[in-house]
């Protein structure tokens, strides 16, 4: 596990939005796995702007979801779907065509998150999986003690998470209470996975997923299991790291071949 520390989430947004135009020059059509909330923003304006400069063709990238409310109304603005085209796919100049999600408003739910586990594989796997951290730990949907080997799933969300997720609603209330997520194992599955995490709220969080021992109780230390996870994450977010020094002595003294 590689371990970046920026200045501010600005920085943390160029740097990943960097990797992902360095990807689609190598590959065009990469599967670019995204994740939804305020975290990842700053990665989806730098990486619009560089479509947008011409520093980067996305025009047939492909971008698939992380996870979706259950029971949301189709065209609902706070559904994924709805965020992820909002946010991503709109901006890069992209159509639906090019999007994957599961659908949280199918009357066979369960089926759904099969449906969606086996298009994943069909389109070859995710490139790149952008990730965000919980303050329990959580990633996607997975929420602690989820299984390390999970796969596609229904998930029930703690209250902590709903909490969380408010500020996107009108209330509490009005978050549901039930999701689809990638598995953790789907999750690793992915070639390259990158977890950013900004904010001092995140601190604890980040520290225990890089630091700590694998465990369910704190999902994203599944990381620790992959050949090719970096966690970027800015002065705040570090700021519980007991190795904090060594990362930025690495970090420092890498190689510009080695890229993100």
Known sequence: MEVVIVPDSATGGELIAEAMAALLRRKPDALLGVSTGSTPLPVYKA???K????E?????????????YVGLPSGHPEAYRSVVLREVVEPL???DASFMGPDGSADDVAAACLDYERALAEAGGVDLQ????GTDGHIGFNEPC???????RI??????????????FKGVEEVPHHVITQGIGTILQARHLVLLATGEAKAHAVALAVEGPLSALVPASALQLHPHATVVVDEAAASSLKLADYFRATYAAKPLWQGL
Do not use: W, Y
């Open 47 to 49: 990486l619009a702007a």
């Open 93 to 95: 100049g992209l159509t």
């Open 146 to 152: 989820s299984s390390l080997a999970s796969r596609t």
């Open 155 to 168: 998930k029930t969300l703690t209250e902590q998470t709903r909490q969380d997720n408010a500020r996107f």
């Open 130 to 133: 952008l990730l965000g951290i």
């Open 56 to 68: 980067v063709d996305a025009s047939h990238a492909r971008i698939c979801q992380l996870d979706e």
């Open 51 to 54: 479509v947008r400069d011409f």
